[in-house]
């Protein structure tokens, strides 16, 4: 791994844009940091003996960073009929209608629930994930 001199003690860049830290001794671990600070920091840490505590600070930092702003997001699904997957396939067999894939298919509807389809099995199409998620982006079309 080829290494770049940052200019500080026992702090190297990487190629793969982070900041690699040793410090010597025989028990003395590693460490990589996307910011030079951070890097520094932390080895002046290691050789000053305040480990524990920074890294406590670190890990608060990482787990809960302050500077985020929060949101909640409540979200209501509709239960479906547990035997609607069943029906779809058993009516319509167990491959994409479109391409025939029938490793993994999911059961699509025709018309969507929201727009007032049923979960009846004349309104549900068999098709494997690709062609599903380009049919609810209105890309591909299905029909009776």
């Known amino acids: 791994m080829k290494r770049t001199n940052t200019g500080e003690k026992y702090v190297s860049r990487?190629?793969?844009?982070?900041?690699?830290?040793?410090?010597?001794?025989?028990?003395?671990?590693?460490?990589?940091?996307?910011?030079?600070?951070?890097?520094?920091?932390?080895?002046?840490?290691?050789?000053?003996?305040?480990?524990?505590?920074r890294m406590e600070e670190w890990v608060r930092e990482l787990v809960e960073p302050t500077d985020a702003p929060r949101i909640r997001i409540l979200q209501s699904r509709l239960t479906r009929n547990a035997h609607t997957r069943a029906n779809g396939l058993r009516r319509w067999g167990d491959a994409c209608v479109v391409c025939g894939y029938d490793t993994y298919v999911e059961v699509a509807h025709v018309v969507a629930v929201k727009d007032g389809g049923s979960d009846h099995s004349t309104n549900l199409r068999p098709l494997c994930p690709n062609h599903h998620k380009e049919y609810d982006l209105g890309l591909i079309a299905i029909g009776g």
Not at 28 to 33: D, K, M
């Open 14 to 53: 990487i190629p793969q844009g982070f900041y690699l830290v040793r410090v010597p001794g025989p028990d003395r671990p590693f460490a990589h940091f996307r910011e030079l600070k951070d890097a520094v920091a932390w080895r002046d840490a290691m050789l000053g003996g305040q480990v524990i505590a």
